[in-house]
Structure formats: C-alpha cells, structure tokens
C-alpha cells in the first residue's frame, strides 16, 4: 500500500487566496483526521471523519475551515480566504478502529502551507 | 491545557540511554502509543502498549506503563543520532470507537556526538 497519500507537498499562496488540500487515506481505513502543526500550538485536531461522515469539526479554529469527505478515498480541507496565521504542516491520518494494535494512525507526508 | 503531557526537550548523549516521561488522563485508556516525527516527514507508530500489561520491550525499546499514576515512559537504549525527533505520546479513548487519539505536545529529543 502506498500509504496516507496527501498533496501538494508545498503550497505557497497569497493572504486572501482560497487554498485546497486533498488528502487520499489508506485503502480499507474507514476514519480519516486532518491535523494542523505549528511551533507555538504543537499538534492540533481539526476535524475527524467515520464512514465519510464528519463525527467531530469543534477543532476547526474559525469558518474560514471546512473539510469534506465525498467519498472513502478522498477528502479536502479547504481555507477560504486564507491568512498568514494559518501557515502551518497540516497532516491527514487515517485508521480502522479497532485494528489489531487499536487505534493506529498513520499519518500522510504533511502539507507545508505559507500564507504571505 | 493539554490532557497528555510531556516534557517539551531532552538532550542526551550518543550511546547513553533516553528515558521520555508522559502522563495520561484517561485510566479506563486501551491502549497508549509512542509515535516518532522525524524532520520534514509525519508522525510514524514507534511502539504500542496494550493497558493490561505494565512493560513491553521491542530490541533498543523499552516501554513502561504505571496505570496508578497513569504514567508512560519510553526508554531508548544506546541512543543514535538517528532517534532524534519529536516524539508523541498518545491515549486513546475508551468513549470514542472512530480511532481518535488523544496526543501530548512531544518532546524534541536532541543527540549530541
């Protein structure tokens, strides 16, 4: 398996751009996380997803952030309109609970996005 | 504040052994999960330790649980310039069956020659 996949890699955009990332979860996994990581907050929950279905958003810092998950294989984060403090590694995990080593996350390359 | 909590940095010295201390809130937690963020990459499953058992070893690895003091510690034998990373001690949640983590701050663990 190829893993978590996540793109882009890099984005660089200006304050006021609408920024899309997309995140592929591993095969067979049914819930997906999307995490923010910056120096001063450490690592944050955003949102979390079971079944495609959207358990838990109350991580979202503002309504700026929405995620969606329109089918098993594939799910967006999007920021809308973007500003500087939202610079940051945002990661895509997924997992199927209750595996046999638990909750397992395994977690996609990142996404490094810079707001100018 | 943050439910699992870690000391932000440890320094050791090339073949010393490391010791990373966390604590838990959730005592009923299943299971609990060293996680190793290396640079640039995401976070990888290090090592796990199911809440029955008070001690599992994995070759340099060494991980201790105190469910009294709702305590995990990982120990690092003969520590290498290629363990330093972050890293993450996790819990998962007994009220949650979607496979969320419950994850600490992680500790920045430096190695010196």
């Known amino acids: 398996d190829a893993g978590v996949i996540q793109s882009p890699r890099h984005e660089v955009t200006e304050m006021g751009q609408e920024v899309t990332l997309r995140c592929k979860p591993i095969s067979g996994h049914n819930s997906l996380f999307w995490y923010r990581q910056t120096m001063m907050r450490g690592l944050e929950l955003l949102i979390y997803?079971?079944?495609?279905?959207?358990?838990?958003d109350s991580g979202m810092p503002e309504d700026r952030f929405s995620a969606k998950m329109p089918n098993a294989s594939f799910s967006t984060l999007k920021i809308q309109p973007s500003e500087p403090r939202d610079s940051a590694v945002y990661f895509c995990a997924s997992t199927r609970p209750a595996s046999g080593s638990g909750n397992e996350q395994f977690f996609g390359p990142g996404t490094r996005l810079t707001v100018l | 504040g943050e439910d699992v909590e870690q000391s932000l940095f440890l320094s050791v010295r090339e073949g010393d052994s490391s010791v990373i201390n966390c604590t838990y809130t959730?005592?009923?937690?299943?299971?609990l999960y060293w996680y190793k963020q290396e640079p640039g990459a995401g976070l990888r499953l290090l090592t796990y330790i199911f809440s029955n058992m008070d001690m599992k070893q994995d070759q340099r690895l060494t991980v201790l649980l105190n469910k009294k003091d709702k305590h995990l510690s990982l120990r690092i034998a003969d520590t290498q310039t290629g363990d330093s990373a972050i890293y993450f001690c996790?819990?998962?949640?007994?009220?949650?069956?979607?496979?969320?983590?419950?994850f600490g701050a992680g500790t920045q663990v430096v190695v010196t020659p």
């Open positions: 959730d005592s009923s937690s299943t299971y």
């Open positions: 996790a819990e998962s949640f007994t009220t949650d069956s979607w496979g969320k983590l419950q």
């Open positions: 997803f079971n079944n495609n279905v959207p358990i838990d």
